[in-house]
């Protein structure tokens, strides 16, 4: 087990190696010159050399990519242009609102997914089984950013219970917080709620079919009793590693439900960064979020190993 | 996975040894080949569904000049912002163009920037996905390794981080999009192409003198299609739904050239006046993301060895 953990860890080094290529790479092939950009087209062309000389742009492309990554590592991602802030700090400073509705979005998922479906396994081809699968497969195949224009139309416009847009910081009015993070979350735990139920339905439908599972009816134990003491725990196992995998790739979801809530998190940093060409803090948003997809991954990789003792990878 | 076998009689990737249904092959199982995919397919009552929403809104796209009541960039500045009415199905936007007009207008845009973005995402993918798994060795490496290191991105951070850099165009989109998709394609090929490998069949061709490009494109790929196909559609699905964050976030594809991701965003700042411009949008996006899960689906159970004889 303890040597799996070290493998992986091993290999997350490489990775990590490449996403910061990649970033780079992304970042330096922008059309125009970062001096440029920042100095305004208008620029005099000597004071765009100096800032290229500060900035180190005049020096070979490896020879950048050695110092911009010897920074990262020590975590210097660079300044904000605009406001001259540390990226770094920017960013952390919008992760928790970014944390705040990722976890209320699975945790709101799962109270949800869970009960319906094991209701739905329990049910199998009842009408409850029938509405669940076709809300399960709606869910699955609407975009988020739709449900989120929805739910502001019939929970903001129409009857007008949530705010529509809004943050307000959860230390200083925990209620209002939650106002206005409702129909965000709201949006999240939708689209992650199908998912998971579709998931834990046809995984529950898989254990039943088992041998294990036919010698618990054959020692005469009930449906219900089957279905909830001894299927759902093995069931429980790949559910956890998909709720995890989600959470990653929430990283990526959030961009747009942030944006159109006006929810100060990373994603809406990304996009106002993007806007004001703000090229420092994008790289350093994106090489952050990239690292954490890679870590929650990892994360979930190795407690699918602790958790199944059949799975010991070599 | 499914194995239509060329070049072998035996020929099967799930280990089980019983899917095989090519009605050409002596050794079929007879339950099998009771129910072919493509009748299994056809029976699917949700996958058919699926199958005709699909060719639907694939037919709007293609005959749009026609079937649109309105030319999509025509402005009719008097009839800003209506609701549904009869000259306006869907109503107008802030423009006074007409939203039904665009939406049909939107699925060719759509559609196109999907099917060019997974074609040439799985053109690309499977490429590299069979060279890596046929060849082996310090190339594969590379090639994984690379893969990895795209796949360690969320999608449509990717995708972003791409427009920020391209500039927002449709042809970017198509871009950016396309390299997203490029690792789940190269992954599936790699896996299946190393449990093909040192299958007889393989083996029986190359013995019998088949070139390496001969064994990769005519022995080996075809056995692996199954997987691909049903990608195929869920990658569709996927480059439609990217496709429209992007341009919702004004990243992807630019005014006056329709586009449902563009017009859910322009069409939420009139909510209260006429929501039925933004809804309309998303309900486009919805259905095509709809039809082509259906049909994946579908071709997911008709494909599936061990469905196999079931009706």
Redesign the interface.
């Known amino acids: 087990m303890s040597g799996y953990i070290l493998r992986r860890v091993l290999h997350l080094g ?2 990590l190696l ?2 910061s ?3 780079l790479f ?2 330096r ?3 125009g010159d970062a001096a440029v950009i920042r100095l305004g087209d208008n620029a005099d062309p000597e004071a765009v050399t100096a800032l290229r000389r500060t900035l180190g742009l005049d020096k070979p492309l490896p020879l950048q990519y050695l110092d911009w990554l010897g920074n990262a590592v020590r975590g210097d991602l660079g300044q904000s242009y605009i406001n001259k802030q540390s990226v770094l700090s920017l960013v952390l400073e919008k992760l928790p609102a970014t944390l705040e509705l990722a976890l209320l979005g699975v945790a709101l998922a799962l109270a949800i997914s869970l009960p319906i479906g094991i209701l739905t396994a329990l049910h199998r081809g009842t009408w409850i089984d029938q509405l669940a699968r076709v809300l399960a ?2 869910g ?4 988020r ?2 449900l989120a ?2 739910l ?2 019939l929970l903001a ?1 129409r009857v007008p219970w949530f705010p529509a847009a809004g943050f307000a910081d959860l230390t200083e009015d925990p209620l209002l917080n939650l106002r206005h993070a409702a129909l965000p979350v709201l949006s999240v735990a939708f689209t992650l709620a199908a998912v998971q139920m579709r998931f834990l339905r046809s995984s529950l439908l898989d254990v039943i079919g088992q041998d294990y599972v036919r010698t618990a009816y054959a020692k005469g134990l009930r449906h219900r009793a089957v279905v909830l003491r001894h299927a759902l725990k093995n069931t429980l196992i790949p559910f956890i590693t998909v709720v995890g995998l989600e959470l ?2 929430l ?3 959030l ?2 439900v942030e ?2 809530f006006s929810w100060p998190g990373v994603g809406w940093l ?2 106002q960064s ?2 004001h060409r703000d ?1 420092a803090v ?1 790289q350093g948003a ?1 090489l952050l ?2 690292t954490g ?2 870590l929650i991954n990892l994360v979930v990789d190795v407690a699918y190993a602790y958790l199944d003792p059949r799975i010991r990878y070599t | 996975m499914t194995v239509s076998s060329r070049g072998s009689p035996v020929a099967s990737s799930s280990g089980t040894g019983s899917a095989i249904d090519d009605p050409r092959l002596p050794m079929r199982d007879a339950r099998a080949a009771r129910v072919p995919p493509l009748a299994r397919l056809w029976r699917d009552r949700a996958a058919l569904a699926g199958l005709v929403l699909f060719l639907g809104i694939l037919a709007l796209a293609l005959f749009a000049e026609w079937v649109a009541p309105f030319d999509p960039a025509a402005v009719h500045v008097r009839d800003r912002l209506q609701l549904p009415s009869t000259t306006y199905l869907l109503g107008t936007d802030e423009l006074g163009r007409d939203v039904l007009s665009r939406i049909i207008f939107g699925a060719r845009v759509s559609l196109a920037v999907g099917l060019i973005a997974v074609g040439v995402a799985a053109t690309i993918g499977i490429v590299l996905g069979l060279s890596g798994g046929y060849y082996g060795g310090l190339a594969d490496s590379l090639i994984m ?2 893969l ?3 796949l ?7 995708a ?3 427009m ?4 927002p165009s449709l042809v970017n989109a198509t871009i950016a999009i396309g390299i997203v998709s490029i690792p789940t394609f190269a992954r599936i090929t790699r896996g299946s192409i190393l449990s093909l490998r040192e299958k007889e069949f393989v083996e029986a061709a190359r013995v019998s003198g088949a070139t390496d490009r001969y064994l990769m494109a005519r022995v080996l790929l075809p056995n692996c299609l199954s997987p691909l196909l049903v990608q195929a559609s869920v990658g569709f ?1 996927n480059a439609i ?1 990217t496709e ?2 992007l341009s ?4 992807g594809i630019q005014p006056p050239t329709p586009s449902w ?1 563009a017009m ?1 965003d322009s ?2 700042k009139y ?2 006046q006429t ?1 039925w411009y ?2 309309s949008a ?2 486009a ?2 259905l095509v ?2 039809s082509l ?2 049909l994946g689906d579908g071709l997911r159970d008709a494909l599936d060895p061990r469905l196999q004889g079931r009706t």
């Open positions: 490489p990775v490449f996403i290529v990649i970033v992304v970042f092939i922008i059309p497969l709606v699955f195949c609407m975009p950013y739709w224009v929805l502001i139309l416009v990653g790739n990283l990526g979801g961009v747009v944006q159109i990304m996009i993007i806007t090229y994008v994106v979020t990239a997809f890679v | 390794r690379g990895d290191g795209l360690a991105f969320p999608a449509v951070i990717l972003l981080a791409i920020t850099v391209l500039g699905a739904l429209a964050a919702f976030l004004g990243l991701g859910l069409g939420r909510l209260d929501p933004s809804f998303g309900a996006i919805f993301v709809l899960n259906l």
